[in-house]
């Protein structure tokens, strides 16, 4: 089992700034790839960014490329996804995941992510 605990969120206005932060514990040896999500109020929940573990590749939603950076401590078990720039429509509770991934880009489409966060909310006002 993996845990994965979110905290980092907001209330900011649009055009400033959040980092998120993502700390895991247990057994994460299942998982190679983590990811970030958000779910937006009356939406389905997208994918935002995830990164390998490993090779520190990374992949984006066309929406928060150049953005938001997903980086990783590994000594600390921590994720982050840095949000820059910041919009009305990037509101929504981000998730962090923890996922089993050949490629990055597939835990943005949602495939292979084995745990979730509980979320942590992000207001953007303009």
């Known amino acids: 089992q993996v845990q994965l605990v979110e905290s980092g969120g907001g209330s900011v206005q649009a055009g400033g700034s959040l980092r998120l932060s993502c700390a895991a514990s247990?057994?994460?040896?299942?998982?190679?790839?983590m990811g970030w999500f958000r779910q937006a109020p009356g939406k389905e929940r997208e994918g935002v960014a995830a990164i390998d573990s490993g090779t520190g590749s990374t992949m984006y939603d066309d929406s928060v490329k150049g953005r938001f950076t997903i980086s990783q401590d590994n000594a600390r078990n921590t994720l982050y996804l840095q949000m820059n720039s910041l919009k009305p429509g990037d509101t929504g509770k981000y998730y962090c995941?923890?996922?089993?991934?050949?490629?990055?880009?597939?835990?943005?489409?949602?495939?292979?992510?084995?745990?979730w966060g509980k979320g942590t909310l992000v207001t953007i006002s303009s």
């Open positions: 247990g057994d994460t040896t299942s998982t190679n790839c």
């Open positions: 995941a923890a996922a089993a991934c050949v490629v990055p880009h597939t835990v943005v489409a949602g495939v292979g992510v084995k745990y």
